[in-house]
């Protein structure tokens, strides 16, 4: 199985960017995903997660109300639409997921797989 990220770039403050998170060689859809990010100096931290439902995301705080993550079941896909991005927003931004990965509330159980990451740079 392979993960792979794209849509990362440098834009400027108040940009919007989309990053996808396309799985390859899995013969059935995962039920849950998530996207991390890794500023220069920090740990990996949680971004957002969905699970399986419609309305089954979380959100880390920092991030609630300006991106929004979803998903394309038929091609085992996911997308985090990044809007009113700012300068602190500036990491590199991983996709996770696998068959264990789950959300039950706010609990993300991570998945098996992770991408290589995409970097995301804004500017002010």
């Known amino acids: 199985v392979q993960v792979v990220e794209t849509g990362g770039g440098l834009v400027q403050a108040g940009a919007s960017l989309r990053l996808s998170c396309v799985v390859s060689?899995?013969?059935?859809?995962?039920?849950?995903a998530a996207w991390y990010r890794q500023a220069p100096g920090k740990q990996r931290q949680p971004v957002a997660a969905?699970?399986?439902?419609?309305?089954?995301?979380n959100y880390a705080g920092p991030v609630s109300g300006r991106f929004t993550i979803s998903r394309d079941n038929d091609r085992n896909t996911w997308f985090l639409q990044m809007d009113s991005l700012q300068p602190e927003d500036t990491a590199v931004y991983y996709c996770?997921?696998?068959?264990?990965?789950?959300?039950?509330?706010?609990?993300?159980?991570?998945?098996?797989?992770w991408g290589q990451g995409t970097q995301v740079t804004v500017s002010s």
């Open positions: 060689g899995s013969t059935s859809a995962f039920n849950a």
């Open positions: 996770n997921t696998g068959p264990s990965a789950g959300l039950w509330g706010t609990a993300y159980v991570e998945g098996e797989y």
């Open positions: 969905v699970g399986s439902g419609d309305n089954n995301t």
